[in-house]
């Protein structure tokens, strides 16, 4: 298969630029530090050096190979390997007078194979203390900024091409043209499509897998839902999912799930487990001891279902591509902690783990479950955490909560779509613990407040409130107050993660 690699270097937007290049649908991966032994095997089209943390004249710094030059494959630099280019070619680096931050105007000089159609002058996202101060021979410089005066420079003849810039950030308005002139400069065929990539994946897992038996933790989240529906098309019945309904799922979830799976050929077994969780956690206040108490419990039933399913084969995991990039590659397969539930026991009888999904980002994720005919409700999914509504009712979790939070969120859930708001990452009700007085009718109310909440982030480990439009927070609280029995206000958290975080316990 034809492929760029992309030798990762630390730098924050590296799983960016393999996304930009999928874009140009070519297969693309991220390795750190290879070898160039490891590399002649990965056999790439081009490679992309990305940009890190490092300085380049430092000691110790990671320096792609320098025998990457002389595999006659296209090679692009981007910041810090922008810089690594010039320092293995022969060129200089130091520290720039002027740090640049932020967006700058860059100006294209002359021809240039990279910036082949791109505007003269145009936006580009830098963000650099060192900078070249000379090219290496052979190489011509195509463009500057005000205080980068070699802000791109190309060997056209080698087709090796170096940017100060980061093009894969959004904020690089010809970003994307960037790539696409590179992939055209690899000679890539662009011929990696979502629909080949299923074909291909249930291909490979018949082959595998063959006749040996398959079982699947299903969360009804996007990445087990897909995993499961692949398996389901490479093995039919020989693949057996488990869904665990611990009671706190959202209005409706558990049917809406088992709903979908009825249609795929394979065997769905759905444990009603709502009464066994609430009694584990009756009496429990602390969020990190439900916590604990509703992964151990998950695990317990999902122990005692496979032991009747007998030895599998196989166990499923949604493990997708930013979990194996972070994760580090290279290092021997272990049982990750499963995403949704919080880790799946240890003495499962399997003999190996299958990640169909590690390949793949998560949007590339949704695509897949479309081309497999997945329904819209499940393969655009919010995240919603594996411990459910445990960590979205503050304090003692009762069966009466759970029904005011399943009830409020349903709705609230009902008229974001209804207002065609869809920029949200997630969003979701949850039920404080806090009582106040109101007034219904003529009569005095002491109930429950409903918080809602609704964050933008990329990352999810930062998060900032969303502008919900007034009048429909003012429809939703009204129909939570008029609806939903129990409770009498309904506030909006606009919080930021950090200090906040993005659920509420
Ligand atoms: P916090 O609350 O930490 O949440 O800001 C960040 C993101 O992680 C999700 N989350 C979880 N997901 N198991 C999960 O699978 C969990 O225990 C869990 N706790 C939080 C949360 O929904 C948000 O997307």
């Given at each position: 298969m034809e492929m760029i690699l992309v030798l990762d270097f630390g730098g924050q937007y590296n799983q960016l630029i393999a996304r930009r290049v999928r874009e140009n649908n070519v297969y693309c991966e991220v390795h750190t530090a290879l070898g160039i032994e490891k590399i002649r095997e990965l056999n790439p089209v081009g490679i992309i050096l990305t940009g890190g943390?490092?300085?380049?004249?430092?000691?110790?710094?990671?320096l792609p190979p320098a025998e990457i030059f002389d595999l006659n494959v296209p090679v692009l630099g981007i910041c810090y390997g922008a810089q690594a280019v010039a320092k293995v070619l022969g060129g200089s680096v130091k520290p720039a007078?002027?740090?640049?931050?932020?967006?700058?105007?860059?100006?294209?000089?002359?021809?240039s194979k990279l910036f082949k159609g791109v505007e003269k002058k145009s936006v580009v996202w830098m963000s650099h203390t060192d900078r070249i101060f000379a090219a290496?021979?052979?190489?011509?410089?195509?463009?500057?900024?005000?205080?980068?005066?070699?802000a791109a420079m190309e060997n056209t003849e080698k087709n090796f091409y170096a940017v100060q810039f980061h093009p894969e950030v959004v904020h690089t308005v010809e970003g994307k043209k960037i790539f696409s002139n590179f992939v055209d400069i690899c000679g890539c065929r662009r011929d990696w499509k979502m629909s080949s990539f299923v074909t291909d994946t249930i291909n490979q897992l018949k082959n595998k897998i063959g006749d040996g038996k398959v079982l699947c933790a299903l969360s009804g989240g996007v990445d087990s839902s897909v995993a499961a529906v692949l398996l389901s098309k490479a093995v039919g019945k020989n693949l057996t999912c488990v869904f665990v309904d611990h009671g706190l799922l959202r209005k409706n979830e558990a049917a809406e799930v088992a709903a979908v799976f009825k249609n795929f050929d394979l065997n769905f077994i759905k444990v009603e487990a709502g009464e066994r969780f609430l009694n584990?956690?009756?009496?429990?206040?602390?969020?990190?001891?439900?916590?604990?108490?509703?992964?151990?419990?998950?695990?317990?039933?999902?122990?005692?279902?496979?032991?009747?399913?007998?030895?599998?084969?196989?166990?499923?995991?949604?493990?997708?591509?930013?979990?194996?990039?972070?994760?580090?590659?290279?290092?021997?397969?272990?049982?990750?902690?499963?995403?949704?539930?919080?880790?799946?026991?240890?003495?499962?009888?399997?003999?190996?783990?299958?990640?169909?999904?590690?390949?793949?980002?998560?949007?590339e994720v949704r695509q897949a479950g479309r081309e497999l005919g997945l329904p819209e409700n499940i393969v655009s999914r919010q995240p919603f955490p594996g411990p459910g509504l445990g960590i979205r009712i503050i304090g003692e979790i009762t069966a009466e909560k759970i029904k005011i939070v399943q009830d409020a969120d349903a709705i609230y859930r009902?008229?974001?779509?209804?207002?065609?708001?869809?920029?949200?990452?997630?969003?979701?009700?949850?039920?404080?613990?806090?009582?106040?007085?109101?007034v219904m009718g003529d009569g005095r109310t002491y109930d429950f407040a409903v918080a809602l909440r609704a964050v933008l982030t990329s990352d999810f480990m930062t998060a900032e409130a969303a502008e919900i439009p007034w009048g429909v927070l003012n429809v939703v609280a009204n129909r939570i107050v008029n609806e939903v029995k129990g409770v009498n206000r309904v506030l909006y958290d606009c919080t930021s993660k950090p200090p906040a975080t993005i659920e509420f316990e």
């Open positions: 943390p490092q300085s380049v004249y430092e000691k110790n710094s990671l007078r002027v740090s640049e931050y932020g967006k700058t105007e860059l100006e294209i000089s002359g021809e290496p021979d052979n190489f011509s410089v195509t463009a500057a900024t005000k205080d980068c005066p070699i584990k956690l009756r009496g429990v206040v602390e969020p990190e001891r439900k916590r604990k108490i509703i992964g151990e419990e998950f695990i317990r039933v999902f122990e005692e279902v496979s032991k009747k399913i007998g030895a599998v084969d196989y166990l499923v995991q949604g493990t997708i591509y930013p979990d194996v990039i972070e994760s580090g590659l290279g290092k021997s397969a272990v049982i990750k902690s499963h995403h949704n539930v919080g880790g799946l026991p240890d003495f499962v009888d399997f003999k190996e783990i299958v990640e169909p999904l590690r390949l793949l980002f998560k949007d009902e008229e974001i779509s209804k207002a065609g708001i869809k920029n949200l990452s997630q969003y979701f009700a949850a039920l404080t613990n806090m009582r106040s007085v109101g």
